[in-house]
């Protein structure tokens, strides 16, 4: 089955994460380094089309990843990278203070989400996560995942608390506690056999490693415990492995 | 009687106000002439009340959704008509994450072809075809294209590969695809995209499974926000 509701959840979440525009007040800084350059598009492939000089004022209209459209009066809009953008000042005169995802920001990220994939009771598993981390060693989860057997399938929907105790050299271990639930199905070709909705919690360990940029890779490991009609609960391992970013 | 005390209080009242302002006017000069061997020469400083908007105040646009259409080839079942949408993180200037919903009704096999009507291997529900999954893309060319002499538009050519799921005939298939595309940014707000997608996935109809690959071409359009 595919899980078209709970993707739509998912967008609906992502959707009101973005920024809310500002109307038509526009923030202003002043240029601190000999010139600006200004791009055609967010992006170091773009040509430079114009410079703006020390000390002009510019209005910044936008953001696209670590790229700022900016203007002065006089003159087209331009893009410029967050290099030379951080170096400018506000009309308070302060350094412009923005978060342009090196290592340090790694560490003290709030939002993350990621996608992996892996194994599941031997079945395949494809998963996504949406995490934040209320400080560097403690984070919450919300996951959704699509179990693919060859005769069955399910969608797992968990949350879970995460402890990071130490980051060393970009890697960070962590363990996690949760819960959720469990819809299993079995596929049209085989009768008899309804849909089962069962509540599960887990305990899991795993590692989040810093790449570059934005970028982590994430491995972990679950053990979920289902609690089943039958006389006896069932014990379930799950290996995934997979790539997230941070905002 | 009455009247006469109004009347002296009055009087009184303005003339010691009139007596304040004597005394004070020395003062004020005193205070001026201080002011005026400092660097500021003015007595009064226009107060401006500048607006200081913060960095939060830069509207970042790093989201992008898409309404896409074309054709795919469901190996087999022929190509018929898809649409779906797509939602787009950019992370980087290089790289960006999509979410993608697709679907699509595909038609008969060859064997249901050739066998005539009476042989139906699925019903009408199980030919609809619907796919998601979760990419991650990279601009590989960026650039720019010229119309006419003085308009030059935005372009990204981008190679984009991803995971997820396909439900069709009897059940899901863990789906891999792969693919490139090209977004033409009309204004900073909106794109136009051309993409070709191949989705691999594990397939067995009353049959033992084997690998297909099936083709997507699609056109779309895009909002930034």
Same mark, same amino acid.
């Given at each position: ?5 709970y993707i ?17 007040e ?9 010139f ?5 598009g967010?992006g ?11 000390? +002009?004022?510019? @209005?910044v209209?936008k ?7 900016v +203007? ?5 809009p ?5 290099? &030379? ?9 302060? &350094? ?12 003290d @990220?709030n939002w993350e ?11 395949r ?12 060693e ?5 996951g959704?995942? &699509?179990?693919?057997?060859n005769y069955s399938?399910?969608? !797992?929907?968990n949350?879970s608390?995460? !402890?990071?105790p130490f980051?060393?050299w ?8 949760g ?16 849909a089962r ?14 790449i570059?940029? @934005? ?16 006389? +006896? ?5 799950e290996?995934?492995?997979?790539f997230?970013?941070?905002? | ?9 009055? $009087?009184?009242?303005?003339?010691i *106000?009139v ?5 004070l ?5 005193i205070?001026?002439a ?6 500021d020469e003015q ?36 190509a018929?008509p898809? %649409? ?8 980087t200037?290089?790289?960006f994450?999509v ?5 699509t009704q595909?038609g008969?096999?060859? %064997? ?7 042989? $139906?291997?699925?019903?009408d529900e199980?030919?609809k ?7 991650l893309? %990279?601009n590989i060319?960026?650039g ?5 002499? $003085?308009t030059?538009f ?10 997820g ?9 863990f789906t ?5 595309? %090209?977004?033409?940014?009309g204004?900073?707000?909106f ?6 997608r191949?989705h691999?996935f ?9 690998e ?5 071409? *699609?056109?779309g359009?895009s909002?930034?926000?």
């Amino acid at each position: 089955m595919l899980p078209t509701p709970y993707i739509f959840i998912t967008l609906i979440t992502l959707l009101s994460l973005s920024n809310v525009t500002a109307g038509e007040e526009y923030f202003n800084v002043e240029v601190t380094d000999p010139f600006l350059e200004l791009r055609t598009g967010p992006g170091r492939g773009y040509p430079i089309v114009d410079i703006i000089e020390r000390g +002009e004022q510019i @209005r910044v209209l936008k953001r696209r990843t670590d790229w700022f459209k900016v +203007e002065i009066n006089r003159g087209k809009p331009g893009w410029t990278s967050i290099d &030379q953008f951080k170096t400018t000042l506000d009309l308070a005169g302060e &350094q412009v203070q923005i978060n342009d995802g090196k290592q340090s920001d790694y560490s003290d @990220r709030n939002w993350e989400m990621g996608v992996m994939t892996g194994d599941f009771a031997g079945a395949r598993i494809v998963a996504l996560y949406l995490g934040y981390s209320f400080t560097p060693e403690f984070s919450a989860e919300v996951g959704l995942s &699509q179990v693919i057997g060859n005769y069955s399938s399910g969608l !797992m929907a968990n949350a879970s608390l995460l !402890m990071k105790p130490f980051s060393f050299w970009g890697v960070e271990p962590f363990f996690m506690l949760g819960g959720g639930a469990i819809t299993t199905e079995a596929d049209s070709s085989l009768a008899g056999d309804e849909a089962r909705t069962e509540a599960a919690a887990h305990v899991g360990l795993g590692l989040h490693y810093y790449i570059t940029r @934005r970028f982590m890779f994430r491995l972990d490991y679950k053990n979920h415990l289902l609690f089943t009609d039958r006389t +006896e609960n069932e014990e379930i391992d799950e290996w995934k492995a997979g790539f997230a970013f941070f905002f | 009687m009455e009247g006469g005390i109004r009347i002296f209080l009055l $009087k009184l009242t303005s003339s010691i *106000t009139v007596a304040m302002g004597l005394l004070l006017v020395p003062q004020s000069n005193i205070i001026a002439a201080g002011l005026s061997n400092s660097e500021d020469e003015q007595l009064v400083r226009p107060e401006i009340t500048r607006r200081t908007l913060t960095v939060e105040a830069i509207d970042t646009e790093n989201f992008e959704v898409e309404l896409f259409g074309g054709v795919i080839s469901v190996e087999d079942f022929g190509a018929n008509p898809v %649409y779906g949408v797509r939602l787009a993180y950019h992370i980087t200037e290089d790289f960006f994450a999509v979410g993608t919903l697709g679907q699509t009704q595909t038609g008969e096999s060859s %064997y249901e072809r050739i066998s005539g009507s009476s042989a $139906k291997l699925l019903t009408d529900e199980q030919r609809k075809l619907t796919y998601y999954n979760f990419s991650l893309g %990279y601009n590989i060319l960026p650039g720019e294209v010229f119309v006419g002499g $003085k308009t030059a538009f935005t372009t990204q050519f981008y190679l984009i590969a991803g995971i997820g799921s396909t439900e069709f005939a009897l059940g899901d298939y863990f789906t891999t695809s792969f693919g490139a595309g %090209y977004r033409f940014l009309g204004s900073d707000w909106f794109a136009l995209h051309v993409d070709v997608r191949d989705h691999i996935f594990e397939i067995g109809i009353y049959e033992s499974s084997r690998e297909t690959h099936n083709i997507e071409f *699609t056109g779309g359009i895009s909002l930034f926000f």
